[in-house]
């Protein structure tokens, strides 16, 4: 079961936007094949929990889709769908020249990827990336999979200690974050954006921080004009 479903013509449905009647009426007027589950495109069913949850459940199956694939394939169409809704076209897997986008847009002139990192992969990989992205002027961001999210803010922090710092930890501490490397996480509940300094938006308000040029960093990485941890 989901949260989210899609039409047959591709438009995201999110079960908490509806309303009492509108998700009624849903029940009553929607066909087996009209909505797909995300995370396999099986038949999607719209069902009312005993608590009153609204969700969409597999017509008959049962899904065997790994947890990762069904946070990147969500993940990828809210984003989409939030570009959509502020009037980008954002493309699924854009494939330049040496660099594929899970999710790409261009801006008034800006180019963005934004990238849903489900896979392990190093800090020198990011970097990697990161320096590809930024040799086409493509501003790059990751988007990580909880459990690798874990991972790189060690190896971030054992990079800037080393690398900043002289294997002494300053008394006033530091984030684990790097200014070059807008590294975040979606939790695969809420499909919230977070990350160290109590950072902690949806996925909206992220795609619009990121359109007006609103994502800054300063110690860590903040939205500017939402309540935030630094001074
Ligand atoms: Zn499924």
Not at 18 to 23: A, G, L, P, Q, T
Not at 55 to 77: D, G, L, N, V, Y
């Amino acid at each position: 079961m989901s949260e989210y479903a899609v039409t047959v013509d591709g438009e995201l449905l999110d079960s908490n936007l509806f309303e009492e009647k509108s998700w009624d009426q849903l029940k009553k007027d929607y066909k087996i094949g009209d909505l797909k589950m995300i995370c396999c495109g099986a038949n999607a069913v719209p069902k009312t929990s005993i608590k009153y949850n609204r969700f969409f459940a597999h017509q008959s199956i049962e899904c065997t889709t790994a947890p990762e694939t069904i946070w990147h394939k969500t993940s990828k169409k809210i984003i989409v769908e939030e570009f959509s809704k502020l009037g980008f076209r954002a493309i699924e897997e854009q494939i330049g020249n040496g660099w594929i986008a899970d999710v790409y847009v261009e801006l008034d002139g800006r180019k963005i990827a934004i990238e849903l990192q489900q896979s392990p992969q190093t800090l020198k990989v990011y970097f990697e990336r990161q320096k590809k992205y930024s040799e086409f002027q493509i501003e790059a961001y990751w988007l990580l999979f909880p459990p690798r999210y874990l991972t790189i803010i060690k190896a971030i922090k054992h990079y800037r200690l080393k690398n900043e710092f002289n294997n002494k930890c300053p008394n006033a501490g530091f984030f684990p974050s790097l200014n070059n490397l807008p590294v975040f996480y979606i939790d695969d509940i809420e499909y919230k954006i977070k990350g160290v300094g109590l950072f902690n938006h949806t996925i909206e308000d992220f795609v619009i921080s990121i359109v007006n040029n609103k994502l800054s960093y300063l110690s860590t990485w903040y939205i500017e004009g939402k309540k935030t941890l630094l001074k």
